[in-house]
């Protein structure tokens, strides 16, 4: 059997996973994911209301899945104490992930504020990196994207092939919307970003990030007055 022939078997068994898990219960699609993967999944999260949200979900399933964050060095002081409060709150342990590379060399070897003259290339080096590396050990990785967060992300499945990366890419409120989202967080108590309370919607890195005027989409204030809306770890970055 060739490679290719197994790659087809494979693409249709993902597909008819995402079928049965489609409207599924995000919990529900946390635990089968625990089942499946065990020590070989894990989730990644930027502290946005849909990790918390997620993580919360975790605490209520008591699925043991690992939990990581992608550090650039550029992160908010409100997301690193939203993450201390959140290890507080539902007794877990995230992993940080990083490059090797400081702020300081990257300015010597690219230019000061590479992030504002090559965008694409700031995530590549200090995201989707050090993302690769961490996945490059795992079968499986949770998300927290939603369908109707952008154009980029209006055909994910719950349970997808991540060809970008190599393995499987499991989205457990890819279904939700914002406001099925914020309504599990209030009935929930669940801890947020303070910043999503004075009009930022999206919280990536501090230079990378502004306030959304009322009108704007959501995802307006990361990297503005750029056409990139994402940041490469979810497909290519723009």
């Known amino acids: 059997m060739t490679c290719d022939m197994l790659d087809q078997i494979e693409q249709v068994a993902v597909e008819n996973i995402a079928l049965e898990l489609e409207g599924a219960r995000p919990p529900d699609v946390l635990r089968w994911a625990y089942d499946e993967f065990g020590s070989d999944v894990a989730m990644a999260t930027?502290?946005?209301?849909e990790g918390c949200v997620l993580i919360s979900m975790?605490?209520?399933?008591?699925?043991?899945?690992?939990l990581f964050y992608l550090d650039t060095d550029l992160l908010f002081p409100e997301t690193y104490a939203l993450r201390d409060r959140l290890e507080a709150r539902y007794g877990v342990r995230?992993?940080?992930?990083?490059?090797?590379?400081?702020?300081d060399q990257q300015a010597t070897l690219y230019g000061d504020k590479l992030w504002e003259r090559q965008p694409d290339e700031c995530c590549r080096l200090r995201k989707v990196e050090?993302?690769?590396e961490m996945l490059s050990g795992l079968r499986a990785w949770i998300t927290g994207i939603r369908?109707?967060?952008?154009?980029?992300?209006?055909?994910?499945?719950?349970?997808?092939?991540?060809?970008?990366?190599?393995?499987?890419k499991i989205n457990p409120l890819?279904?939700?919307?914002?406001?099925?989202?914020?309504?599990y967080a209030r009935l929930n108590e669940v801890p947020h970003?303070?910043?999503l309370d004075q009009g930022y919607a999206s919280i990536g890195c501090e230079p990378c990030t502004s306030i959304v005027q009322i009108g704007e989409h959501p995802r307006a204030g990361r990297w503005r007055g750029t056409t990139k809306t994402e940041c490469g770890i979810h497909g290519t970055a723009k």
């Open 58 to 66: 975790l605490a209520e399933t008591g699925c043991g899945i690992r």
């Open 46 to 49: 930027g502290f946005g209301i």
């Open 193 to 195: 970003n303070p910043l």
């Open 130 to 132: 050090p993302l690769r």
């Open 174 to 183: 890819v279904g939700w919307t914002a406001k099925d989202v914020w309504e």
């Open 94 to 103: 995230f992993e940080r992930r990083s490059t090797v590379l400081s702020l």
């Open 147 to 168: 369908r109707d967060q952008s154009a980029t992300r209006a055909h994910a499945r719950v349970v997808e092939h991540d060809r970008q990366f190599g393995l499987i």
